[in-house]
């Protein structure tokens, strides 16, 4: 909101003093700026559940729709996977999810971007054997020019 409310400062104040070229290049950066919708912390919260719950049923359409193509997963353990070995892993790989919460989250929106911050736990199996799963997690979404959201980052820590 504050890029939108400087822009409109810089508007009138351009108005004011009449420069059409200034006027043009405020209205070339309020449409831009129009591109993206107001987007509210559940929104947010939907993104990532909807990414929790692809991670479960291990549904690879869903997470390839959520994942961008330029995707950094880092895991707690420090291997870094593309979107590509991220999602052969959750379809092949030894760990399979049961279920995923992530209390303590919070979402900082800045534009088109999104900060999530939250602790995850999880149920799962790893080669069949139970596992209890708890580490910090940071999610950074970018909202694509279609209005979806796509994970570019995340970066899991150990507690």
């Known amino acids: 909101m504050k890029q ?7 508007f009138f104040i351009l ?4 420069c059409k070229q200034g006027r043009e290049e405020v209205n070339h950066k309020a449409e831009e700026l129009a591109l993206f919708s107001p987007v509210n912390d559940d929104e947010i919260d939907e993104v990532v559940t909807a990414f929790n719950k692809a991670m479960i049923a291990r549904d690879r359409a869903a997470l390839e729709q959520l994942c961008s193509d330029q995707l950094s997963y880092g895991h707690s353990s420090g291997l870094i996977q593309n979107k590509a070995e991220f999602i052969d892993d959750i379809m092949n790989g030894p760990f399979h999810f049961l279920s995923i919460s992530t209390p303590e989250q919070t979402i ?15 149920d799962a199996t790893r080669d069949g054997a139970p596992v209890a799963i708890k580490i910090g997690n940071v999610q950074i979404y970018k909202k694509a ?15």
């Open 15 to 18: 108005s004011f003093l009449g």
């Open 4 to 10: 939108v409310t400087k822009m409109v400062l810089v």
């Open 108 to 122: 900082v929106l800045d534009g088109d971007t999104a900060v999530i911050r939250h602790i995850l736990t999880a």
């Open 145 to 159: 020019q279609d209005g979806s959201w796509k994970l570019l980052v995340r970066q899991a820590y150990k507690l």
